[in-house]
């Protein structure tokens, strides 16, 4: 058994076109090139493994169903493969061995693909509920250049879940893509969410995890040309026993590409843990990158753990912007004295702040109604800790 | 009617963890409804800690003293309460408060303050047209609290809440800093209308003259190393606009 390499190496899966970038650097298809972790490993030492089922060590059996709607508008197609389309795999390396396992494993894969210049009147909604058992699953999202979508999908029910989406945003294409982790509070999720974001193109990711008893999901975005453009938004709210681990990476392998990462967490509740791990590298040569990174957590009670790690590495002196923020603490009291200093009773300031705390991010995703659903989700689940 | 006092008023400002320093050495002074106090000093000497302590900040400590309200020590309520027994600090420097909307926190505001929550339509009324005084965009209503404003949008949104809330006593922190004159014109204007009625007392923090050409003060008192050092009437401000507060800074140093 190999180690996974840190050598570009060479495949068959179309990475090949793309400038190099440690998504096509790091990781591998096979899930025999990654042995099985032990918990102290870098990427994994935030991770519960005794609470991943299985999915680390080989011994998760695919026996899952998954019930999944979609609702395509016009200039969407949606389509059910098998493992030898060649449009599966083409957007990054799986990471790490449970994403390789669930490469290494899967039998179906969904396929959407925007037309070129399409510009959809309402989102691509994916709803998926996961009804049992274990399931590798792969997704694919093809915007064909100059098209404009809004993508859901919105992942309910329970089970061991495992696999990846990846996405090409083509030149001058924007999509924004909602992952919403609405799971049942004993489900498992590890997914890597690889983007490749073409010259001009925008690719807004939002991330919303609320449930799931472990959820770990890795954003990954490279570009493919100039002007290229990235925003990933994430909001966790994780409560009672709950663990929420966000890993994303921005590899600026290409001048004149634009990043911003923005997390936010709250936590509240016995053992609740957010880990959010931010990777932004500026390449070797390249000028002009703008990219920031900032992570958030609100802690409501004080048997939360965060942990919160910006990694910013740059190998170039031609940088227009780079920088990271992270802040962890409890509710703001110049914040609540400002509100209370206009007659607000302290209970009422509290609400007020925390859901602010929650709107500020919500308040940026573009379907009317998905905001809505998700504030009264945020609502009820704030209910249970007040 | 309403009678405003200060009684021997001590406070520190809370530095870290454990660290304190007195800031306020003994404060006394009475606002009467209808009557305009400006309280000026040079910087550093203590005037808007005066401010944040009556307030409530949580990071002064009152050590000494009495703030009455008709009587009633305001010192002994929360932050929220002094807010609802009519004392409105307009701050130097407002506070962001992301994701709550001005529009909800100016009705949440109002409704604590007024008792009863006020009637949707007629609220939004009056809301615009108090904007419209002020010359507020009608889409400041939906941004969040001071959020991303400039310092001068900050200053107009205090304004406003003081003419939403109409408090007994409003206690306006160097509400002029940094404002043009037009900006300065149209607060000044705001704190005007406010005192119409002769119902509210106003202690007016300002380290210039200028502002009190537009708000025009009954008595004006020069604030020095944590009191008041001396009092008049308006033509003490022209004193100190000549004079400069050169020989306040020797004596309460």
């Known amino acids: 058994m190999t180690s996974p390499s840190t050598e570009p190496k060479a495949h068959s899966h179309g990475l090949g076109e793309i400038p190099f970038s440690k998504l096509a650097t790091h990781g591998s298809f096979d899930v025999n090139d990654f042995p099985v972790p032990n918990g102290r490993e870098e990427e994994w030492r935030f991770t519960p493994l005794r609470r991943l089922k299985g999915l680390h060590n080989g011994k998760a059996v695919a026996d899952g169903t998954d019930k999944v709607e979609v609702d395509a508008p016009e200039g969407v197609t949606v389509e059910t493969v098998g493992r030898d389309d060649e449009r599966l795999g083409t957007a990054g390396f799986p990471a790490d061995r449970v994403t390789a396992q669930a490469y290494s494993s899967f039998e179906q894969a969904t396929v959407v693909t925007v037309a070129q210049g399409a510009v959809p009147e309402r989102p691509v909604t994916i709803d998926r509920e996961a009804r049992g058992g274990t399931r590798f699953d792969q997704f694919v999202i093809e915007v064909k250049p100059l098209a404009e979508v809004v993508v859901v999908l919105n992942q309910t029910g329970t089970g061991v879940r495992a696999g990846s989406v990846d996405v090409h945003v083509g030149e001058g294409a924007r999509l924004t893509l909602i992952s919403l982790q609405d799971w049942d509070n004993d489900a498992v999720d590890v997914s890597q969410h690889n983007a490749q974001v073409a010259k001009d193109a925008t690719f807004k990711s939002i991330v919303i995890t609320l449930g799931g008893d472990l959820v770990r999901l890795s954003p990954k975005v490279a570009y493919k040309g100039r002007g290229a453009n990235a925003e990933l938004h994430g909001l966790y709210f994780t409560g009672d026993g709950q663990h929420h681990e966000h890993r994303s990476l921005i590899d600026h392998n290409v001048s004149n590409t634009r990043s911003r990462v923005e997390y936010k967490g709250a936590l509240s509740g016995k053992g609740a843990h957010g880990v959010w791990i931010g990777d932004v590298i500026i390449g070797e040569g390249t000028t002009g990158t703008d990219s920031y990174e900032h992570n958030r957590n609100l802690q409501l009670t004080d048997d939360t753990r965060v942990d919160s790690v910006p990694n910013l590495e740059i190998f170039t002196g031609e940088v227009e912007g780079a920088g990271h923020a992270s802040a962890s603490g409890r509710l703001d009291d110049i914040h609540l004295f400002y509100l209370r200093s206009r007659g607000i009773p302290e209970d009422e300031a509290r609400r007020l702040v925390i859901r602010g705390y929650f709107l500020e991010l919500v308040g940026r995703i573009p379907v009317e109604g998905l905001r809505e659903e998700i504030m009264a989700k945020v609502e009820r689940k704030l209910a249970e800790h007040e | 009617m309403t009678k405003f006092e200060i009684r021997g008023l001590r406070a520190d400002v809370l530095i870290g963890e454990d660290g304190r320093q007195e800031i306020l050495k003994g404060v006394d002074l009475t606002i009467n409804s209808g009557e305009t106090h400006a309280i000026m000093g040079p910087n550093g000497s203590g005037k808007s800690t005066l401010a944040y302590a009556i307030a409530g900040h949580p990071r002064y400590q009152i050590t000494e003293g009495e703030v009455l309200v008709d009587g009633e020590n305001i010192l002994e309520m929360s932050v929220d309460e002094r807010a ?113 009625g002769g119902e509210m007392g106003v202690m007016l923090i300002t380290h210039y003259t200028r502002i009190l050409n537009y708000v025009k003060p009954d008595f004006v008192h020069v604030f020095a190393g944590g009191r008041i050092a001396e009092s008049g009437g308006a033509e003490l401000a022209d004193v100190l606009e000549a004079e400069g507060y050169e020989r306040f800074v020797k004596a309460g140093a």
């Open chain 2, 84 to 196: 609802r027994a009519g004392v409105f600090l307009a701050m130097q420097y407002p506070v962001e408060v992301p994701g709550v909307s001005m529009s909800n926190f100016l009705r949440s505001s109002v409704t604590a303050v007024r008792g009863e929550a006020p009637k949707l339509r007629q609220f939004s009324k009056e809301l615009q047209g108090a904007m419209k005084n002020l010359a507020i965009d009608s889409a400041f209503a939906a941004r969040g609290v001071n959020e991303g404003f400039s310092g001068g949008e900050k200053k107009r949104h205090e304004i406003l809440q003081l003419e939403l809330l109409k408090p007994k006593v409003a206690i306006l922190d160097e509400t002029d800093s940094g404002l043009d004159v037009d900006a300065l014109k149209i607060v000044s204007e705001g704190v005007n209308r406010a005192k119409e």
